[in-house]
């Protein structure tokens, strides 16, 4: 294998840059040419494709977002875009493909390695911790900690006013953000998607707290849980209990910018090494993860059929 290429794809993460930079600077390492592929599939399919050297990746590793920026691709569930980013690939003579995103950009990649025989390897990038194989996905750590201090300046004001506040946790279908989050900040209540949400049973807790002489309380809700988003969940609380001054807060997309954490910048750097050898060893198919504290190759499959699991 002479040449490869790198893209990121889904919604961005922390970290991703520093995926980008270990994979550009092992290829380098190993006198690969690499390409760095702009705007995800979307990209790929309309050719933005550019050589990166080792000194184009000279000082990202603690920048946010990702240098290739990143896209959702609708002409890539088609077989007809696929064809296209295969061809694409082939003009530049390029045999192997570093894919850092989620689950659905494996599902893309697998596709692509099935039609066209393009090598593709993955790393695990997203905030919402959410993919199978890996004990951790570069850009949750940081996510986490952002989460946090939100947590800790919300329960500063809220106990100085006495309030109930809701604060709403990003992780689409997956819980183990908000989980963890809540945990880490002392919340009350953590609801989760991964368990059926009793409004009835917080609004108990709420009124033996306040009996107790509690009057201020955290409640983290994930944003795909099943009694809704936090607006929606303040709502059905509030129609109960009648809750003087309760408030809401969507942390949002604060969680997906900033500095990465060291655990992040130094996760991206050890999976971004070994996605460069697994393709030179001939691996395709697999996502690298981190198992045990252990860089592990992991069929792509099991990115969905082994969700991340908490209890
Ligand atoms: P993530 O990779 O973070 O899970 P998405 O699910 O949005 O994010 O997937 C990113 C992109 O991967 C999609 O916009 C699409 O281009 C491609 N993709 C996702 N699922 C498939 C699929 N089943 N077949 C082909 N391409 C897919
Ligand atoms: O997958 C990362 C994530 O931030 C999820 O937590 C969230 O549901 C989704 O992306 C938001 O996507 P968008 O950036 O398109 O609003």
Redesign the pocket.
């Known amino acids: 294998m002479k040449r490869i290429a790198v893209l990121t794809s ?4 922390p970290g991703m840059n520093a995926a980008i930079r270990a994979v550009v600077r092992t290829a380098a390492y190993h006198d690969l040419q690499v390409f760095g592929i702009y705007r995800g599939y979307q990209g790929l399919i309309d050719g933005e494709v550019a050589e990166l050297g080792a000194r184009s990746v000279g000082g990202i590793i603690n920048r946010g977002g990702t240098i290739l920026r990143t896209a ?1 691709c609708k002409a890539f569930y088609e077989k007809e875009g696929r064809a296209k980013a295969a061809d694409v690939l082939a003009q530049h003579g390029i045999e192997g493909l570093v894919v850092i995103g ?1 689950d659905g950009s494996y599902r893309g990649a697998l596709k692509l390695h099935d039609e066209h025989r393009i090598a593709c390897v993955g790393l695990p990038g ?3 911790n ?1 993919i199978g194989g890996t004990d951790f996905t570069i850009g949750y750590d940081t ?1 986490l900690n952002i989460a946090l201090e939100a947590i800790d300046r919300i329960r500063d004001t809220a106990e100085s006013h006495d309030r109930v506040f809701f604060v709403e946790v ?5 819980g183990y ?1 908000a989980m963890m989050s809540g945990i880490a900040g002392g919340a009350e209540e953590i609801l989760v998607p991964e368990t059926p949400t009793s409004i009835e049973s917080i609004v108990d807790h709420l009124r033996v707290n306040r009996e107790k002489g509690k009057q201020s309380s955290i409640i983290v809700v994930a ?2 849980d099943d009694a809704g988003n936090a607006i929606q969940v303040a709502k059905q609380v509030d129609a109960l209990a009648n809750i003087p001054n309760s408030r809401v807060v969507v942390i949002g ?1 604060l ?2 910018g900033g500095t990465p954490t060291a655990f992040d910048r130094v996760l991206a750097s050890r999976l971004g090494v070994r996605a460069v050898e697994a393709l030179m060893e001939g691996t395709t198919e697999k996502m690298v993860g981190i198992n045990a504290n252990n860089v592990v190759l992991r069929p792509f499959e099991e990115a969905w059929t082994c969700r991340t699991q908490f209890d």
């Open positions: 889904g919604g961005d993460a959702r989620g997203t905030i919402d959410d996510a990003m992780g689409r279908h997956s953000l944003e795909g997309h969680q997906r």
